[in-house]
């Protein structure tokens, strides 16, 4: 059974994807961008960007019925190295623990706003 997970973001329906897919007992949450999705609007600091990725992806994850500790796989794009020592340590206290397979990749990101993309795939315990 197929389950599509949206967090209602215009830019879902414009590009033709959804937040994440539930397949199974797997779950693949497309890379999600800082914007806080209740007011579209992007903080500037890399910091509060990691932070409402990771909260908009716990939702997607919670809506088809998974929790962060089933995280087995994450994605980290960035687009200044230096960002890296910023984000570690807020990815950590998420993660530390559920210790996901994960690649880091400095890269532009399709906004200038945009600061860090994170991608997460789920696998049910």
């Known amino acids: 059974m197929r389950k599509l ?3 209602g973001s215009p830019f879902e329906k ?3 994807y959804s937040r994440a897919v539930v397949q ?6 497309a890379g999600t961008t800082g914007y806080d999705y209740a007011t579209m609007t992007m903080p500037e600091s890399v910091e509060a960007q ?3 990725c990771l909260a908009t992806i716990a939702k997607a994850l919670a809506d088809g019925g998974f929790a962060m500790a089933d995280v087995v796989r994450t994605h980290y794009y960035i687009t200044h190295a230096a ?3 910023v984000v570690f340590p807020i990815v950590g206290e998420t993660f530390g623990d559920i210790r996901p397979a994960a690649t880091m990749v400095v890269c532009g990101l399709t906004k ?3 600061k860090i993309e994170i991608e997460v795939t789920a696998l049910k315990r």
Not at 24 to 29: A, E, L, P, Q, S
Request: charged share 20%; hydrophobic share 40%.
């Open 112 to 114: 200038p706003e945009m």
């Open 24 to 29: 199974g007992d797997w779950c693949f949450v």
């Open 14 to 16: 414009a590009a033709g």
């Open 5 to 7: 997970i949206s967090t």
């Open 83 to 85: 960002y890296a020592d």
């Open 50 to 52: 990691t932070r409402n």
